[in-house]
């Protein structure tokens, strides 16, 4: 990696925990210079624009997402003690984990739902690559016998991004101690209505 | 009604509806002049500071919310009828009802989680409000004995807080065309575990 590539590396990460705090709108190359202690001109030789610089966050903020969430999910074994592992990363992924101000995805989804381009694409493609990814690792438990057969992973795949999001509510915003336990009472209500019914002898 | 406080409501409505689509923190006063076509110093003269416009427009939004969600709500028959015509009217305000931008309680979330203040906190005790009406609405099913006597009203709130944040995220940015359907399958789910299970005879 050249120094070039370092250094845009560094400021990425940077400019992703800042967007965690304050929205993909409120990441200004000013802010992102003082935080860096690089010139403006020299920050904007290495994005281009803000809507570059905002791409960017997301695209670093999914590789990021992947590595610590992810990755070592899928290297749990298949069925429910994969959805277990994925769910379990992500809460710290969303709680005070990798970001100080929580999911940049969640943020950015507000922001930019209205407001169609770049930005808007970029999101889009991730929010759905990683709901397709939960619903295959729901279905694997399908394969294995775990889940009932006519289970639904797209449906699954809803309600556990449900889950996570009031969870991302309850503990950021109202500060509530039971949002743990109160995301995980729902995974266990989500993986009993999935899980295959005894079978009638 | 003074014409005074005609124009604050007036302005107020505008403002809430520019909030919903850019957020509180995009809402300035300039955006609002434009608008309402009224001098920014007379804006001014009206809400002193953008702080108390966005506290302002929390404010005539809980009213809102209150006014088309809340109160035909508490209309409806007590336990499962209530709670399914306040889902329907929460679908409608996340949807395209009311505000163009979706929620504005949903986006001041993500905006204010990180900042402490007076805007937080107005929005801190509005969030707390609503999660406790929807348990006070679930609780009106187990003393019709339509649910359970041992199931969580607070883990339902937060349950169908979630269902209502994965509903607005897969139809306001993913514009997905099963958003609906699955919200509402989410919802009898949460039912079906919430309702009495059949005497044992």
């Known amino acids: 990696m050249g120094k070039g590539e370092d250094t845009r590396e560094a400021v ?3 400019a992703t925990r800042l967007a965690s705090q304050v929205g993909l ?3 200004t190359i000013g802010s992102l210079a003082t935080r860096t202690r690089l010139s403006k001109s020299g920050l904007f030789a290495h994005f281009r624009s803000k809507e ?6 997301l695209d670093h903020a999914a590789a990021l997402f992947v590595d610590v969430v992810v990755r070592p999910a899928l290297a749990a ?3 429910e ?3 277990r592992e994925l769910f379990e990363r992500w809460l710290g992924w969303c709680g005070s984990g990798q970001l100080p101000g929580g999911c940049v995805f969640i943020f950015a989804t507000n922001e ?3 407001e169609p381009g770049q930005v808007r694409d970029r999101l889009v493609r991730a929010q759905r690559d990683w709901m397709e990814t939960i619903a295959t690792v729901f279905r694997s438990g399908i394969t294995e016998g775990q889940f009932r057969h006519d289970a639904d992973p797209d449906q699954f795949a809803n309600d556990l991004y449900g889950t996570i999001l009031a969870y991302h509510h309850a503990r950021r915003l109202l500060r509530d101690p039971q949002a743990e336990r109160r995301a995980r009472n729902a995974l266990d209500r989500l993986l009993d209505a999935a899980r ?3 079978a009638l002898t």
């Open 81 to 83: 003690p994969r959805v």
């Open 77 to 79: 074994p298949r069925g």
């Open 25 to 27: 709108h409120g990441l």
């Open 52 to 57: 570059s610089l905002q791409v960017q966050v």
């Open 12 to 14: 990425l990460e940077q």
């Open 196 to 198: 295959a019914a005894p």
């Open 112 to 114: 930019f739902d209205d």
